[in-house]
RNA sequence: GGGUAGGUUGAGCAGGUGGUGAGCUCCGCUGGCUGUAGACCAGCCGCCUUCGGCUGUGGGGGUUCGAUUCCCUCCCUGCCCA
C-alpha cells in the first residue's frame, strides 16, 4: 500500500445480504472521491470536447486519462517537464490513469505479446514501441495520476479458456512486476483481476491479485462481448471473495446508466466508460427511462430541452431542435452540450445510488432506478416532447 | 445571331461511340457504440406485390431484331465571339 489512496466504507453493506452495494469515500492526492462512483475518460488528456470547468459544472470528481495515448502523443517525459498531466491540463481534480492494457486488445493486430510484454505498432504513425509492466509504471509516474494501474493482458471475455488462463497466468506476473517498479508515494497503484468468464479463473486471479498490497481492486475483461448474465455472474464470483477487503473495488470499462446500477448491487464502488461521451458525440442522449436519437428527424421541431429538470449546459439553454440542427450541421458545439448532458445524466445517476445507499432505501430503491436508467440496449427512444 | 461544351436516379459526378446503365460521393432515413485508432461505424437511399419484377441516359420523331450510342428536330445550361 502505498498510502496515497485511504478508502474508507461509508455505508457497509447491510447485514441481511440483500445487496453488496456500499458507499465510501476515497481520499487521493488531488481530493476525494465519493463512490460509488464514475469516472469520465479522458484518453488523450482531455475529455472530448470539455474543458475543465465544464467537467466540474458535470459533476465529476475523478477522470481517467491513457498511458499508452500520452507516452505516444505528447510523450510522458514532456508532460512530467510540464509539470505533470494535472498542471498540463489543467484538472485540479484526481486522475487516475489506466496502464496501456486495454490497449493490448483496442488495437488489435497492432500489437505482439509475449512473455516479457508488448511490442505495438503506432496507429499514428507506424513506429514500433516497446511496452512492459516497467515501462507502464515509469510513463504513469511522469504523467503523475493519483492512481496508476498495474499493466496487464485483457482479453476477449469470449475467448478459449487456454487463451484466458494465460493472460490471466501472465496478468498476475505483470501486476507482481509492477509493483515493485513503482516507487511514487504520492501516487496509488491498483492490481487488475482478469480471469474472463471462467469462474474457477476469475476466483484465482482475484485472490491473487488481493494477496498483493495494491491499493484497490480492478476487475479487467469485462464490459466486452459478455452477455449481462455472464457479466453478473462473473462478479458473483469475484467479488464475494473481497467482501471483507478494506479496498475499493473499480469495474473497468462500464458505462450504461443500467449496468452501472447492476454492478454497485454486486458490491462495485468504481467505474469508468466512453460510453456516455461518445455516444453523445454521436447524436444519442440520455433521459430517464431511455435514450433519444438528436440525429432524427422527429426532434427537428422539439422546442423541448433534453430533459426538462436536468441543470446541465445543454438543457439549461437549448432545444432539442437546436441540438438536432447542431448534429446535422456537424457545429462543435453539439458534441459539447451533448457530452455535458450525458455525462451529468451518468454523475447524476451514481449520485442517486449513493444517496439511496446511504438512506439505507438499497436495493429496495432499485426497480425505480432501474426505469431511470431504462434499457440496457435497443434503442428504446423514451421521453416524448414534453 | 455564330461557335463550343454539356443535359445520367434530391445534389454533384463516373461510365457507356449498336447487344440488359441502379455505380460513387454528398444530402436524406434508421440503427449501433461500454479500461477511445471512434465528432465514428453499419444498413437503407427510382418504383413495385423485393430470393423477383418494372422504369430510367433532356422532349419528340426516325433507322434497327435491338438505340445512352447513329440520324432529324426541339428545349435547357455553361463558356467564347458578335
Redesign the pocket.
Known amino acids: 500500500m502505498t498510502g496515497a489512496a485511504r478508502y474508507e466504507v461509508i455505508t457497509p453493506p447491510p447485514a441481511d445480504g440483500s445487496t453488496r452495494a456500499r458507499a465510501g469515500r476515497l481520499a487521493l492526492t488531488h481530493g476525494t472521491v465519493e463512490t460509488p462512483q464514475f469516472m469520465p475518460?479522458g484518453?488523450n488528456a482531455t475529455?472530448?470536447a470539455l474543458t475543465p470547468d465544464d467537467l466540474h459544472r458535470v459533476g465529476a470528481s475523478i477522470i481517467?486519462s491513457?498511458t499508452y495515448?500520452l507516452y505516444l502523443r505528447p510523450g510522458h517525459e514532456r508532460i512530467g517537464r510540464l509539470g505533470g498531466l494535472h498542471t498540463f491540463m489543467g484538472w485540479d481534480g484526481p486522475i487516475l490513469t489506466?496502464?496501456g492494457?486495454?490497449?493490448v486488445?483496442?488495437?488489435?493486430?497492432?500489437r505482439v505479446v509475449d512473455e516479457d510484454g508488448v511490442t505495438f505498432r503506432s496507429?499514428l504513425d507506424g513506429s514500433l514501441h516497446r511496452f512492459t509492466p516497467e515501462v507502464s509504471i515509469e510513463v504513469q509516474e511522469a504523467l503523475g495520476a493519483d492512481v496508476a494501474?498495474a499493466f496487464?493482458q485483457?482479453v476477449f471475455p469470449s475467448s478459449p479458456r487456454a487463451v484466458v488462463a494465460d493472460a490471466t497466468e501472465r496478468t498476475h506476473r505483470w501486476a507482481e512486476r509492477s509493483l515493485a517498479a513503482h516507487s511514487r508515494p504520492d501516487q496509488a497503484i491498483f492490481g487488475?483481476v482478469q480471469g474472463g468468464l471462467e469462474p474457477d479463473l476469475r476466483a484465482a486471479s482475484t485472490q491473487v491479485i488481493a494477496s498483493m498490497p495494491f491499493d484497490g481492486i480492478?476487475i479487467?475483461?469485462l464490459?466486452?462481448d459478455e452477455t449481462p448474465a455472464q457479466r453478473d455472474a462473473t462478479l458473483e464470483v469475484a467479488i464475494p471473495l473481497l467482501a471483507d477487503d478494506p479496498r475499493p473495488r473499480y469495474l473497468?470499462?462500464?458505462?450504461?446508466p443500467a449496468?452501472l446500477l447492476e454492478a454497485v448491487h454486486r458490491g462495485v464502488d468504481l467505474f469508468?466508460?466512453?460510453?456516455p461521451?461518445?455516444?453523445a458525440?454521436?447524436?444519442?442522449v440520455w433521459v430517464p427511462g431511455g435514450r433519444l436519437?438528436l440525429?432524427?428527424?422527429?426532434y427537428l421541431d422539439d422546442p423541448a430541452p433534453i430533459q426538462d429538470d436536468c441543470p446541465c449546459l445543454a438543457c439549461a439553454t437549448f432545444s432539442r431542435a437546436y441540438l438536432a440542427h447542431l448534429f446535422?450541421a456537424?457545429e462543435?458545439l453539439a458534441?459539447r452540450l451533448a457530452t455535458c448532458h450525458n455525462l451529468t445524466f451518468t454523475l447524476d445517476f451514481m449520485a442517486r445510488i449513493r444517496a439511496a445507499i446511504r438512506a439505507g432505501t438499497f436495493p429496495a430503491s432499485m426497480s425505480e432506478l432501474r426505469l431511470r436508467a431504462g434499457r440496457?440496449?435497443?434503442?428504446e427512444?423514451a421521453g416524448k416532447s414534453a
Open positions: 475518460v484518453t475529455v472530448k481517467l491513457n495515448h489506466d496502464s492494457g486495454f490497449q486488445v483496442s488495437l488489435g493486430d497492432l496507429h494501474v496487464d485483457p487488475i480492478c479487467g475483461g464490459a466486452g473497468m470499462g462500464l458505462g450504461s449496468d469508468d466508460s466512453v460510453l461521451a461518445r455516444v458525440r454521436n447524436g444519442q436519437n440525429r432524427n428527424q422527429r446535422r456537424k462543435l458534441y440496457i440496449s435497443g434503442g427512444a
